[in-house]
């Protein structure tokens, strides 16, 4: 099975527990939501091209038409192996809308000796199950109001007790408008889970930075530690490095 991909390029891992590690980003295009906050709309839908950085760093990019078939995506990151990356992450839009094609992929990028690193809005259950044996590590976002990352979380418990010894943590997104009771299920779900929680400031593009107060984000922190006890807020550094 083809997919269709926006970008492949080396960069720094700009959010949560891994911040600062240099990535392979492959982007996928299409989501399944609709996020108001989204800052990758253009992943919603399916572009003519894929961009793909020239060599790790340039930030020259040569484009090429998607769809993308496995070996296509293969060829295409190959020409980054001659640089240290941490790990190759799938992002999007959601990696979890082509199950088929990752299946194909990854093991392939596996044995070149990659790190697999998925980030996912936590939504698509049976697609995590079928691709389960091929993450390292799950960046997991739990989404208002959908909940159903609780299914994805049992499916990554069972896998770390059967499989290998996949990493997780939840990522829930602060904004001004973000309530207690919001905080407190979504906290709640990744704790009964036994997953580490980075509460993530939504970012104001404009500046930068966070788009709230300090004292909001100190109150969604302690409510949180009111119920775990690995919390932290993390920011999303490439913004403010102005790097994608
Ligand atoms: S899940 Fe991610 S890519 Fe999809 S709409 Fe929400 S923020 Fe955008």
Request: hydrophobic share 40%.
């Amino acid at each position: 099975m083809n997919a269709s991909a926006l970008e492949i390029f080396s960069s720094i891992q700009g959010e949560g527990p891994y911040l600062g590690y240099r990535q392979l980003f492959f982007r996928l295009a299409g989501c399944n939501l609709r996020c108001d906050y989204c800052d990758t709309k253009e992943s919603w839908v399916k572009p003519e091209k894929v961009m793909v950085e020239s060599a790790a760093g340039t930030r020259e990019f040569d484009s090429y038409r998607n769809p993308l078939s496995s070996g296509d995506a293969y060829a295409l990151i190959d020409r980054f192996m001659a640089e240290t990356h941490h790990s190759i992450a799938f992002t999007g839009g959601e990696p979890l809308k082509h199950p088929d094609f990752l299946q194909r992929l990854i093991p392939r990028l596996r044995g070149d000796g990659w790190t697999v690193f998925l980030e996912t809005n936590g939504t698509l259950t049976e697609e995590l199950s079928q691709t389960i044996e091929l993450w390292d590590i799950v960046s997991m976002d739990i989404k208002l109001p959908v909940h159903s990352s609780s299914k994805q979380f049992a499916r990554i418990l069972s896998a770390r007790q059967q499989s290998h010894a996949l990493e997780c943590y939840a990522k829930i997104v602060i904004s001004p408008e973000t309530e207690r009771d919001w905080v407190i299920d979504s906290v709640s779900l990744a704790s009964d889970n036994d997953l580490p929680v980075i509460l993530q400031p939504l970012t104001d593009d404009s500046v930068g930075g966070a788009n709230q107060s300090l004292e909001h984000l100190w109150n969604a922190m302690s409510i949180a530690e009111d119920i775990s006890n690995d919390v932290r807020i993390i920011p999303q550094v490439h913004k403010m490095m102005r790097i994608k």
